[in-house]
């Protein structure tokens, strides 16, 4: 058997050695860390969310500002307007101009003072008629009353001379006078009548004429309407020469400086609310503001239209009116019925 030798000899093969490594860095989990931020916002979601729902009061509310409602009793044309939407005016400004049309009659050209009615002219014309044919009626009436008394007189002093015996046709006469003195008196009763009438007709004309005259007047006569608050113009709903009928609005002027605040607050929430309690008002725009509670209104009303949940009974709530704390004024503050969100700490912290 042959002996076993260690060699002592270097080899001739060398080995390769690997080259040297740069780091020693894990790899990144991606996935992992995502799945943690998404459950770590998720969490987050839902505390904060719970937090809202137990620990904050949150009410819809809506921007009030005072305002004056132009609009008039008669309809009216306007002729000129000097103001525009979104303009500021202040107290004794002048907005814009117009008149009063008569009905049915828009210029002074339809207008005749001069005419008169119809059926005055007809009757004043048929009144007169009768008072002439009564007065001639009556002018001979007279003329044979007159004839048979001078003949009555006569045979009067004849049968009293004893130159004349019959009595019936002197009682016949004395008849006769009776009759046409009463039927001159009752001509003259209805002559007197017609006269009044007459009278009463031509006061009718003149108080048409006069109306007629005020209706010219007040076409040919120009109004102008000034404000009466300090403002901001909304929206105008007529244009120049365009009438504005009776008891519509014809603009609104908005008190961009006195706002407030009107909340709608659930029933449920009323034992953490009080009078002078400091809430949260955030507007659309992601700023914020302070507010006091000023007081409750005394009765429960719907929320507005576009609080309310669709498909779902009309929801009623108890209104608060909050007041601004902060002087600042916020560019949304002037927009009318502007929807916030007011919100109160449920507990004390």
């Avoid at 009030?64 to 107290?91: N, W």
């Avoid at 659930?266 to 809430?279: A, F, I, Q, R, T």
């Avoid at 659309?284 to 302070?290: A, G, I, M, R, Y």
Wanted: glycine fraction near 4%.
């Amino acid at each position: 058997m042959r002996a076993f030798q260690l060699r002592t000899q270097p080899t001739i093969l060398t080995t390769l050695k690997e080259p040297p490594k740069k780091g020693n860095k894990r790899k990144i989990k991606w996935q992992r860390i995502s799945f943690l931020v998404i459950a770590f916002g998720l969490l987050s979601y839902i505390g904060i969310q719970a937090y809202i729902k137990l620990a904050v009061i949150q009410a819809d509310a809506q921007l009030e500002l005072k305002k004056q409602m132009v609009h008039f009793p008669s309809d009216i044309k306007i002729h000129g307007l000097y103001v525009s939407e979104g303009e500021e005016v202040e107290k004794g400004d002048t907005l814009f101009k117009y008149t009063i049309p008569v009905e049915d009659q828009l210029s002074t050209s339809e207008i005749n003072i001069d005419k008169p009615i119809e059926w005055i002219l007809r009757e004043r014309i048929s009144t007169q008629k009768q008072i002439e044919l009564k007065k001639i009626e009556r002018d001979e009436i007279l003329r044979q009353l007159e004839m048979r008394k001078s003949l009555q007189k006569t045979k009067k002093e004849l049968i009293l001379l004893g130159s004349y015996n019959d009595r019936n046709e002197y009682e016949e006469l004395s008849i006769q006078v009776n009759r046409l003195e009463a039927q001159e008196a009752a001509i003259a009763e209805e002559v007197a009548y017609l006269n009044k009438l007459l009278y009463r007709l031509n006061i009718e004309n003149s108080n048409y004429k006069r109306i007629e005259t005020r209706k010219k007047e007040l076409i040919e006569e120009s109004h102008y309407y000034v404000a009466q608050i300090d403002g901001v113009i909304g929206q105008i709903h007529y244009n120049e020469n365009e009438i504005c009928y009776r008891k519509d609005e014809m603009l609104t002027i908005h008190r961009v400086k006195d706002v407030k605040i009107k909340a709608f607050f659930d029933p449920s929430d009323m034992k953490y609310l009080h009078e002078g309690d400091l809430v949260d008002i955030n507007y659309p725009d992601k700023t914020s503001s302070k507010g006091v509670i000023t007081n409750f209104h005394i009765a429960t009303y719907a929320l507005p239209e576009e609080f309310q949940k669709k498909y779902e009974p009309t929801e009623r709530n108890i209104v608060a009116e909050v007041k601004m704390v902060e002087n600042t004024h916020k560019s949304l503050m002037s927009y009318y019925k502007m929807n916030v969100l007011v919100s109160k700490n449920r507990y004390k912290l």
